[in-house]
């Protein structure tokens, strides 16, 4: 990983001191506390909300962001809500997300958001309140000094691109510009700032009026873009794109739709980037990986050339498997990050770019070239494969299916909406992997973490910026884990629509229980020591309108009440029983050992002759051992 992530100090050493200066008018600076001067900069910048729980170790920062005119305070019920919010709002504003916590338990409540922004590569500032400096520990020979003292800077210190104790008021605003923009520009990323009460209520001078230094970027890695992958592009018989979160986070969408729509390249998505095109694009092939429609994984497995950009390739997209990923094929990995490309096998040729660079170079080139792919028969290929297989489940007569619900939402939710979902869980996984999202729909998750709990609090950060159009998905079991932050919805007069999935409980988990411990049931509904509550009903005693949707024939209080100017919870019971498929199962092997399946060949399994046809190249042994054949000829 770039060293820059880590070297604060160099980084200030070395950038250009003419870009760094604070331009000030011929008027003197009032003086305010350094707590004012903190959310001053950050309303310069751009950042109008701060999400926060007020405490003892904060209260000076509480109270200057509360006087600042500029800036609104959302008040959350848990420092892990506030921390969560502050990221779901650096998702869809140029400004930066910032939550204040108090110390101590504050501060450690924050982990958990600030983790999930580490892995997605979201920009965040977290402000925590600290001790004053009399009382830290700074020789770490006490557990404790200060009342409630701890030190987060050392605990987040693997999760964030730079955390720091401020232990002194002067040079606070030139570092705190560094800090900022360190988090917005290479490879984003969370930064954490611990302020001690005596500093926090340091007198400094804030100037009437200056131009607070945010460069555009850190890094501008321009390179070439290599002509040996230019001619591999124009040679490709059947070329594929699988663009990655990357793209989002350096804020270059449009280039990529750019990029597809001038080359008639199909390609693929990671769940991030679910929104990047409409699903029924012709050009648009899936979301291939672990969980995934079959059609998205058969076309990585078919095609010859395969670009992927901003996408970190784990293994859940490679189905635990990266050697045998796209094995009919060259691959370019393009990634901003050294450390990921490395992790890739030898036959993957990787080159590092910000995908801010490289899409508009790409672009160049291949106008220079007048290159344009015209292979229709390879775009009629991964059509005819989408038609085939990629197909929800067909409605169940008997229950409510999760397949049949995530297919009607797909109909129901508008175009040109904000959807904020939870981050793991089967019905999590059954939307990403068939939700068929329309033109212009936003959609997000924490998907590198897949924290519980997600749900509310983002979407608490998105209403503080969305008020048309925005509604969440989430599951009953996640929504348990911050059920208290609906209050906080109430509170701020969110109108979004919220689809609760209510499948009495840990499918996921109960499907793991019965798979591979004999059905020994352990934490996953009333029966086994877990029940989650009646939402309908807590939404009922905090005021929030709720409907309940036990049939097909209910989805009609969505279509006429999904248009109303208010807060409304649709509970959404499904059948608990459903399997999540296809997926890439494992199985066991003659010698008791689980073995990842091919991301070909997913379960429910395919004849083998079907697969053959399917499949450029020879079958992976593996698919004859999990059907139960010996060699290839039985």
């Known amino acids: 990983m770039d060293k820059i992530n880590y070297n604060l100090e160099s980084l200030i050493n070395n ?21 004012y001067l903190l959310f001053d900069y950050l309303s310069k910048i751009g950042t109008n909300t701060v999400f926060l729980v007020p405490g003892g170790g904060n209260m000076f920062l509480v109270d200057a962001v509360g006087r600042h005119p500029d800036i609104k305070c959302v008040c959350t019920h848990n420092e892990q809500s506030a921390v969560i919010a502050a990221e779901a709002y650096s ?69 964030t691109k730079y955390s720091e104790t401020i232990t002194d008021h002067k040079n606070f605003l030139k570092k705190l510009s560094k800090i900022v923009n360190l988090s917005k520009n290479g490879r984003p990323g969370p930064c954490l700032i611990d302020i001690p009460l005596d500093i926090q209520s340091q007198k400094v001078k804030i100037p009437f009026d200056y131009k607070p230094f945010l460069k555009n970027e850190i890094i501008k890695a321009k390179k070439q873009i290599p002509n040996d992958l230019i001619n591999k592009i124009i040679k490709s018989k059947k070329p ?65 050339l395969l670009i992927s950009i901003g996408a970190r390739l784990d293994r859940i997209v490679t189905a635990f498997n990266p050697n045998n990923f796209a094995k009919n094929a060259e691959i370019y990995c393009i990634d901003i990050d050294e450390g990921e490309l490395m992790k890739h096998p030898k036959r993957f040729k990787k080159l590092k770019f910000d995908c801010k660079y490289f899409l508009p ?47 009607l939402l797909s109909k129901i939710i508008p175009p040109n909406s904000t959807i904020v979902t939870g981050s793991s869980g089967l019905c999590i996984e059954v939307f990403y992997t068939h939700f068929e999202n329309k033109r212009n729909q936003k959609t997000f998750l924490t998907t590198g973490l897949g924290s519980m709990g997600y749900g509310f609090p983002a979407l608490v950060g998105a209403s503080s910026q969305i008020k048309k159009n925005l509604f969440l998905y989430e599951g009953d079991g996640s929504a348990m884990m911050n059920l208290q932050e609906l209050q906080t919805l109430k509170t701020n007069k969110c109108k979004a629509k919220v689809f609760l999935i209510n499948n009495q409980g840990y499918v996921s988990i109960r499907n793991t229980q019965k798979n591979y411990f004999e059905g020994r049931f352990i934490g996953i509904n009333k029966n086994s020591g877990m029940e ?103």
């Open 15 to 35: 950038l250009d001191e003419k870009n760094s200066k604070f331009r000030g008018i011929n008027s003197k600076p009032k003086e305010d506390t350094l707590s």
């Open 91 to 159: 998702r869809l504003n140029k400004g930066i997300g910032v939550a204040l916590v108090t110390t101590g338990p504050g501060a450690t409540n924050s982990i958990t958001g600030i983790a999930g922004s580490w892995i997605d590569s979201i920009p965040l500032l977290v402000v925590s309140g600290q001790v004053k400096t009399d009382d830290i520990n700074f020789d770490k020979k006490l557990r404790q000094k200060g009342p409630q003292e701890v030190d987060i800077v050392s605990m987040v210190k693997g999760i």
């Open 240 to 304: 594929l794109f699988l663009i990655g979160h990357g793209v989002k986070s350096s804020k270059s969408e449009k280039l990529a739709i750019e990029l597809v729509k001038y080359s008639n390249i199909p390609v693929c998505v990671t769940w991030p980037m679910i929104d990047l095109l409409a699903f029924h694009d012709p050009l648009y092939v899936g979301r291939p990986g672990v969980v995934a429609k079959r059609n998205a994984n058969l076309t990585i497995q078919n095609c010859d």
């Open 361 to 407: 170079d790409l672009l160049v080139k291949l106008r220079d070239r007048k290159y344009k792919n015209r292979n229709t028969r390879w775009i009629n290929f991964c059509n005819n494969l989408k038609k085939k297989y990629g197909k929800s489940e067909l409605r169940k007569k008997n229950s409510m299916s999760i397949y049949s619900t995530v297919n």
């Open 532 to 634: 989650t509550s009646s939402i309908s009903k807590i939404a009922k005693a905090i005021g929030i309108k709720s409907y309940i949707i036990k049939k097909y024939s209910d989805f009609n209080k969505i279509k006429n009440t999904l248009n109303k100017d208010e807060l409304i919870i649709y509970e959404i019971f499904v059948n608990k029983d459903e399997k999540l498929i296809p997926k890439c199962s494992a199985y066991k092997s003659d010698n008791g050992t689980m073995v990842s399946s091919p991301i070909e060949d997913m379960t429910p399994l395919l004849e083998i002759q079907e697969l053959k046809r399917l499949i450029s190249g020879p079958i992976d042994k593996k698919s004859y051992s999990m059907r139960g054949f010996k060699n290839e000829t039985n």
